[in-house]
C-alpha cells in the first residue's frame, strides 16, 4: 500500500494533516480553500476551492466477496473532489486514487459520482458537503441545508 497523506490547506497559509485523531468530518471548514495529496515529501496532487465550492474526501475499502480480510488484495480508493452550485445544476468533479495492496496505485477523474459503481455504495452526503437545498444525514435523521 503507498503512503498517502492527505492535507486541508487554508487561505492563511494554516494546513491540517488528515490522521487517526483528526478526521475529514472534523477539520474547521472556514477558510478552507483545497486539500493537497502527497506520497512522502512529494505532492501528487492538490484540489484548490473556489468561493461556493464544497471539498468531497472519502477512503473506501474494496471488499471481494467471500475472500477472508487476510488474504484481500483489493483496494482502497481515495475519492477527493469538488461539488458546487451552478444555478439550479450541481456540478461536481471527483479524482479516484485507487492503491492496489500489490500493484502501486492508479489515479481516475470522473466529472460526477457514479450512483451505480460496481465497488461500493452511493455515499451520504455529510453536512459540510451538501449545497443549499440538498439533503444531508446527521446521526441517521436527513436535514435539507
Known amino acids: 500500500m503507498t503512503d498517502f497523506t492527505f492535507t486541508a490547506l487554508y487561505n492563511n497559509g494554516d494546513m491540517l494533516t488528515l490522521s487517526d485523531n483528526l478526521s475529514f468530518d472534523n477539520i474547521p471548514r472556514e477558510d478552507l480553500v483545497g486539500m493537497m495529496v502527497k506520497i512522502g515529501n512529494g505532492e501528487l496532487l492538490t484540489i484548490h476551492l473556489e468561493p461556493g465550492q464544497k471539498l468531497i474526501y472519502r477512503a473506501r475499502p474494496v471488499k471481494s466477496p467471500g475472500v477472508p480480510s487476510e488474504q484481500q488484495k483489493a483496494p482502497t480508493v481515495y475519492l477527493v473532489g469538488v461539488r458546487e452550485k ?29 450512483d451505480d459503481h460496481p465497488w461500493f455504495y452511493t455515499p451520504t452526503l455529510h453536512q459540510h458537503e451538501a449545497l443549499p437545498g440538498e439533503r444531508y444525514q446527521i446521526d441517521g435523521i436527513w436535514r435539507t441545508k
Do not use: E
Not at 95 to 112: C, E, L, M, P, S
Open 86 to 114: 451552478i444555478g439550479d445544476r450541481t456540478v461536481q468533479f471527483i479524482t479516484y486514487i485507487v492503491d492496489w495492496i500489490d500493484k502501486g496505485f492508479r489515479i481516475h477523474q470522473a466529472g460526477k459520482w457514479n
